[in-house]
């Protein structure tokens, strides 16, 4: 299961200018906040939310919020991401892989999750 996303940073930069941490908030947890130095890191963490929506084919919406997929980074900066239990159950996910890329004024992410097998 593979999902991708691309988001103008200047999009994100914007909606930051104007609502602060209240736009921040929408799509991040505090934790995710905190690690979030400039608009192209926040870009990057959208872009990875939807990406992770894609690849269990249902987008961001009823089934699979901002809040149900979590960011975070190594000791070596690399980007983590984590669906919910309930997401992870409902998905029957394994593993999940995710890599975030900007340049261009953009930010993409791509996101590939690995299911359990279902027993016979």
Known sequence: MIGIDMVSIIRIEKM??????????????????????????????????EAASKAIKTGIGKEC?????????????????KYS????????IKNTEVSISHDGGFAIAIVQNSVKKKNK
Do not use: Y
């Open 16 to 49: 930051i200018e104007r609502f602060g941490n209240k736009a921040l908030a929408r799509f991040l947890s505090k934790k995710e906040i905190a690690l979030v130095k400039r608009p192209s890191t926040a870009a990057g963490f959208w872009a990875a939310k």
């Open 65 to 81: 919020g901002f809040h149900d997929i979590k960011i975070s980074k190594t000791q070596k900066n690399a980007p983590l991401i």
């Open 85 to 92: 239990k309930k997401i992870r159950k409902k998905f029957m």
